[in-house]
């Protein structure tokens, strides 16, 4: 039920930015957590940045001070900004909302690539 659509993505050069963008439907919004995943090709995939239903927020070391994650809940959208990027913030990433007792929703993936 739950359908997420990932946006944003693309080309940009190392310290450049990018926002993402990932709309909800089919579900409550505000009651789930939201996430951004990254993965790149043969690695596991990792949290980028997470915010619970309650407005709090957690950001992977590799991010912090870089990437703002924020709710709009009238959208039913989350964003990933991302600042000061690297190459090696080079992967597919994924959006995820999450809630209780039900199976993780994941979105199709927004490719980033950052290079010179």
């Known amino acids: 039920q739950v359908q997420l659509v990932e946006s944003g993505g693309g080309l940009v050069q190392p310290g450049g930015s990018l926002r993402l963008s990932c709309a909800a439907s089919?579900?409550?919004?505000?009651?789930?957590?939201m996430g951004w995943y990254r993965q790149a090709p043969g690695e596991q995939r990792e949290l980028v940045a997470a915010?619970?239903?309650?407005?709090?927020?957690n950001y992977a070391d590799s991010v912090k001070g870089r990437f703002n994650l924020s709710r709009d809940k009238a959208k039913n959208t989350v964003y990933l900004q991302m600042n000061s990027l690297k190459p090696e913030d080079t992967d597919i990433y994924y959006c995820?909302?999450?809630?209780?007792?039900?199976?993780?929703?994941w979105g199709q993936g927004t490719q980033v690539t950052v290079s010179s």
């Open positions: 995820n909302a999450r809630r209780a007792f039900e199976v993780d929703s």
């Open positions: 915010i619970t239903s309650g407005g709090s927020t």
């Open positions: 089919g579900m409550i919004f505000s009651i789930y957590a």
